[in-house]
C-alpha cells in the first residue's frame, strides 16, 4: 500500500515539498478492519514513531504529519500530544475539502464495520452526523484495505464502481474514496456515476495538499 501511494501522490511533490513515508512496523496488524486493529496499529507505530522521529532530532527534519488511514484513528491524537509540528488524517482532511465544495458528499470506503464507524467519526470531530443533509452515508465495498492490492484489480474496481453508484442513487454528488488503498482509483468510481455528474475526492491527496498549505499559511 505505501508503494502504491508513492506512485498515486508523486505528481505532488514539486521543490518544495518532499513526501516522506512510513510504514507501520510487522507487529501491526496487516490491515486495518475495525476497533481493535485501529488501536493495535496506533500503539505499534507508535512506539516506532516516538523512538525514531519524535525524540531525535529528526523532527526538526519535518514540516508536518499525515496519517494516511482513513478513520477517526488514535494516531492522530497521540502525534499531536508529542510535537508542535501539524498533525491531520486523511478522514478529517478529505471530509473538510467536501464541505468546501458545497454538494451533498457520501464516502465510498472497504468493509461493513465502516459504514457505522465513520459516520460516528464525522458526528465526533465535526459535531454533525448530517451536516444538515449534506452528508448522505457511507457505503461499503465489503472488502478488507489489504484486499484492495490483494484481488484482481478488476475486482476490485467492479466493487469500486457499484459502491459509488449506492451512494450517488442516495444523493451524493461529491464522493469521497475513503481509504488510503483506494488512492489512484477515481476512475473506477467514475464508472459508478451512473451518468451522474460527480466530484471525486482521494483522501489522501487530500491531506497532502491541506497540510501543505498549512505549512506555507504558518509560515508567512
Keep these: 500500500m505505501t508503494g502504491g501511494l508513492m506512485s498515486a501522490l508523486s505528481d505532488l511533490e514539486h521543490s518544495g515539498l518532499v513526501l516522506k513515508y512510513f510504514t507501520g512496523p510487522s507487529s501491526s496488524p496487516p490491515s486495518i478492519n475495525d476497533f481493535t ?12 514513531l516516538y523512538e525514531l522521529v519524535l525524540t531525535s532530532a529528526d523532527d526538526d527534519g519535518y514540516d508536518a504529519y499525515l496519517v494516511a488511514c482513513f478513520s477517526d484513528h488514535p494516531l492522530v491524537g497521540m502525534l499531536r500530544e508529542h510535537t508542535h509540528k501539524p498533525v491531520l488524517g486523511i478522514f478529517e ?31 465526533r470531530i465535526f459535531g454533525s452526523a448530517d451536516f444538515s443533509g449534506k452528508f448522505v452515508g457511507v457505503q461499503s465495498t465489503g472488502m478488507s484495505a489489504a484486499e484492495l492490492h490483494e484481488v484482481s484489480q478488476d475486482v476490485v474496481a467492479d466493487r469500486i464502481a457499484v459502491a459509488t453508484s449506492q451512494i450517488v442513487a442516495r444523493g451524493a ?6 481509504c488510503a488503498g483506494m488512492s489512484g482509483m477515481e476512475d473506477a468510481a467514475r464508472r459508478g456515476r ?11 491527496r487530500s491531506g497532502v495538499t491541506t497540510l501543505e498549505g498549512l505549512v506555507r499559511a504558518q509560515r508567512l
Design 194 to 204: 451512473s451518468g451522474v455528474d460527480i466530484r471525486i475526492i482521494d483522501a489522501t
Design 37 to 48: 486493529t485501529s488501536i493495535l496499529s496506533a500503539a505499534r507505530t507508535f512506539d516506532m
Design 93 to 123: 482532511a478529505s471530509i473538510m475539502q467536501a464541505l468546501a465544495l458545497g454538494d451533498p458528499f457520501g464516502i465510498v470506503t472497504t468493509g461493513k464495520y465502516w459504514e457505522a464507524a465513520l459516520t460516528a467519526g464525522v458526528k
Design 173 to 178: 454528488r461529491t464522493v469521497i474514496l475513503g
